[in-house]
């Protein structure tokens, strides 16, 4: 698991210390220099998935919540996703403070929680 924040180190530091995980990488808007959804940060994080792991963006997931933020840059960088759709925008939710996009992208996975795709993964994986 690959994290690429819009926060510093300190701020993620603080989050991970809280969800007691350990992540296989964290790039932060600190080491890149821009926030998403600059094109900047999905082409960080493509290069150093590739340079740090040998991986390549066809074998990525990018499971995110915000559609302005994350699954816009994403789709438009190749990466398969999996949205997190806790307001339920996908129902007819309301937007609340998330900033609307013209057109919702394509998505390979819908889940209204993490829990939810965890409980999926188990699923697959039995």
């Given at each position: 698991?690959?994290?690429?924040?819009?926060?510093?180190?300190?701020?993620?530091?603080?989050?991970?210390?809280?969800?007691?995980?350990?992540?296989?990488?964290?790039?932060?808007?600190?080491?890149?220099?821009?926030?998403?959804?600059?094109?900047?940060?999905?082409?960080?994080?493509?290069?150093?998935?590739?340079?740090?792991?040998?991986?390549?963006?066809?074998?990525?997931?990018?499971?995110?919540?915000s559609?302005?933020?994350?699954?816009?840059?994403?789709?438009?960088?190749g990466?398969?996703?999996?949205?997190?759709?806790?307001?339920?925008?996908?129902?007819?939710?309301?937007?609340?403070?998330?900033?609307?996009?013209?057109h919702?992208?394509?998505?390979?996975?819908?889940?209204?929680?993490?829990?939810?795709?965890?409980?999926?993964?188990?699923?697959?994986?039995?």
């Amino acid at each position: 698991m690959i994290v690429l924040s819009n926060v510093d180190h300190a701020g993620l530091a603080a989050s991970t210390r809280k969800l007691g995980v350990e992540f296989d990488a964290v790039y932060t808007a600190q080491d890149i220099g821009s926030y998403k959804p600059a094109a900047r940060n999905f082409d960080y994080l493509i290069d150093h998935l590739h340079s740090d792991f040998g991986a390549y963006r066809q074998v990525v997931l990018h499971t995110a919540q915000s559609l302005l933020h994350d699954h816009v840059p994403a789709r438009a960088h190749g990466l398969a996703n999996a949205w997190i759709d806790r307001q339920r925008l996908s129902d007819g939710g309301a937007m609340g403070a998330t900033l609307p996009v013209k057109h919702h992208p394509q998505f390979d996975f819908l889940f209204f929680t993490l829990q939810e795709m965890a409980d999926a993964v188990r699923e697959d994986s039995a």
